[in-house]
């Protein structure tokens, strides 16, 4: 069983950054593909960010790409996303999740508590 831990999530002003950081227990951290979702009020939880296994490979949204970077790091469990010129229309609840790197919920079986980001404008 893998554990999420998510932390870095806060209030930030328009064209600010954040780095959120998801922590993992377990062994298969370096086996698992990663991806990072959000889910605004009212709103579907929507695809930002993904990368394989090996972390050669990363995919974004058209929404944040060039703003944002995925990234990852075995030796430590953990998975980040590095969140440049935010906007507010980034101000939602971001969840971390393990499963098969791509765009789909579906193909994550592991999911974070989420935390919450607001961009103030």
């Known amino acids: 069983q893998v554990q999420l831990v998510e932390s870095g999530g806060g209030l930030v002003q328009a064209g600010g950054s954040l780095r959120l950081s998801c922590a993992a227990s377990?062994?298969?951290?370096?086996?698992?593909?990663w991806g990072w979702f959000r889910q605004a009020p009212g709103k579907e939880r929507d695809f930002v960010a993904t990368?394989?296994?090996?972390?050669?490979?990363?995919y974004y949204a058209d929404s944040v790409k060039g703003r944002f970077t995925i990234s990852r790091d075995n030796a430590k469990n953990t998975v980040y996303l590095q969140m440049n010129s935010l906007k507010p229309d980034d101000t939602a609840v971001y969840y971390c999740?393990?499963?098969?790197?791509?765009?789909?919920?579906?193909?994550?079986?592991?999911w974070g508590q989420g935390t919450q980001v607001t961009v103030s404008s």
């Open positions: 999740a393990g499963g098969r790197y791509g765009s789909s919920l579906s193909g994550y079986d592991y």
């Open positions: 377990g062994r298969t951290f370096s086996r698992l593909g």
């Open positions: 990368i394989s296994a090996s972390g050669g490979v990363t």
